[in-house]
Nanobody, 114 residues
């Protein structure tokens, strides 16, 4: 089992920045990759960014060049640095960890005002 706890969400003005954190615990040796997904009201959950155990990263086109995913293996934590935020980035952001199954965090709200 893997447990994920997100933090760092909040309210920010357009153009601002936030950093989300996701702390993993449990059988973390089984994790192959971790990522961030988001779900806006009335929309499907979408992938934002991922990082593998080897450090390879992926970003969706909508956040490329604005968001950056990183990990601190010593702290078992993954971060999502979000810059130049837009109102359309408003969503609940979920951390996910992939091993034989996918584990989800509880989500953290990000609201970007115009």
């Amino acid at each position: 089992q893997v447990q994920l706890v997100e933090s760092g969400g909040g309210l920010v003005q357009a153009g601002g920045s936030l950093r989300l954190s996701c702390a993993a615990s449990g059988t973390i040796f089984s994790i192959n990759a971790m990522g961030w997904h988001r779900q806006a009201p009335g929309k499907q959950r979408e992938l934002v960014a991922t990082i593998t155990s080897g450090g390879s990263t992926y970003y969706s086109d909508s956040v490329k060049d604005r968001f950056s995913i990183s990990r601190d293996n010593a702290k078992n934590t993954v971060y999502l640095q979000m810059n130049t935020l837009k109102p359309e980035d408003t969503a609940v952001y979920y951390c996910a960890a992939d091993s034989r199954v996918r584990y989800w965090g509880q989500g953290t709200q990000v609201t970007v005002s115009s």
